[in-house]
């Protein structure tokens, strides 16, 4: 069974341990901050689901897809997820620990809960954990996640998220993938109130080099 009680506590890991890989360098220009805006839709609340890491591994960079000691880079495609966090008033909130955990792309979680019928792939990284930056964004390389059967139900791809922002407050949702045929089904993503909600945890596609999937978070 995918279920267990969600233990969530922040990393304490600065953007500057990021820079092994040179992943983050210039990442900020990505996403330009806007004017505050008033009333932006608040991020909905989502369950963390059974496999937010027991363990988080030494390698928690902001690159999923690189794993350190790996033979080789992680299968599926390659994806980016990036946006800002922000408050209801549109301004940046930075310093705030952003953490994604997900599945990699034969469905399968880092966690020894997780004991599907594919092999797990050992070159993905699983987890990780960045800072945003003064405009508040964060920005991370993965790989798509696949969909999954929980045994009550196909999940559709998804990505968790953890937010812990400087004052104490945080916030543990899911992000969605447009246009996945199993969206409409996925019994978590119903859960949301309306769809006002849904969209407010779909990212929007942004065509590159690799798909890039803007995610920003808006703290209640």
């Known amino acids: 069974m995918r279920r267990?009680?969600?233990?969530?506590?922040?990393?304490?890991k600065t953007a500057g341990g990021l820079s092994?890989?040179?992943?983050?360098?210039?990442?900020a220009g990505l996403v330009v901050a806007g004017a505050a805006r008033a009333n932006l839709a608040v991020t909905?609340?989502?369950?963390?689901?059974?496999?937010?890491?027991?363990?988080?591994?030494?390698?928690?960079?902001?690159n999923l897809t690189l794993l350190k000691g790996a033979p080789g880079p992680a299968k599926g495609e390659v994806i980016e997820v990036t946006g800002r966090v922000l408050s209801v008033k549109g301004h940046a909130l930075p310093g705030a620990i952003v953490e994604?955990?997900?599945?990699?792309?034969?469905?399968?979680?880092?966690?020894?809960l997780d004991i599907g019928g594919v092999k797990r792939d050992a070159n993905f990284q699983g987890f990780a954990a960045v800072?945003?930056?003064?405009?508040?964004?964060?920005?991370?390389?993965?790989?798509k996640p696949s969909f999954y059967d929980t045994g009550f139900g196909a999940r559709t791809p998804h990505v968790h998220?953890?937010?812990n922002i400087e004052d104490g407050g945080d916030l543990t949702t899911q992000m969605y993938f447009p246009g996945e045929p199993l969206n409409d089904n996925d019994?978590?993503?119903?859960?949301?109130?309306?769809?006002?909600e849904r969209e407010a945890a779909t990212a929007v596609l942004q065509t590159g080099d690799v798909p890039r999937f803007i995610f920003d978070i808006v703290m209640a």
Do not use: C
């Open 100 to 112: 994604i955990w997900q599945a990699d792309s034969g469905g399968r979680y880092n966690h020894p």
């Open 44 to 62: 909905p609340l989502q369950t963390a689901g059974p496999f937010y890491p027991i363990f988080k591994p030494v390698d928690s960079e902001a």
């Open 161 to 163: 998220f953890y937010v």
């Open 131 to 143: 800072r945003t930056g003064a405009d508040g964004a964060y920005r991370f390389r993965t790989i």
């Open 4 to 12: 267990m009680l969600h233990k969530a506590w922040p990393i304490h």
């Open 20 to 27: 092994r890989r040179g992943f983050l360098a210039g990442s």
């Open 187 to 196: 019994f978590v993503r119903l859960r949301l109130a309306n769809e006002a």
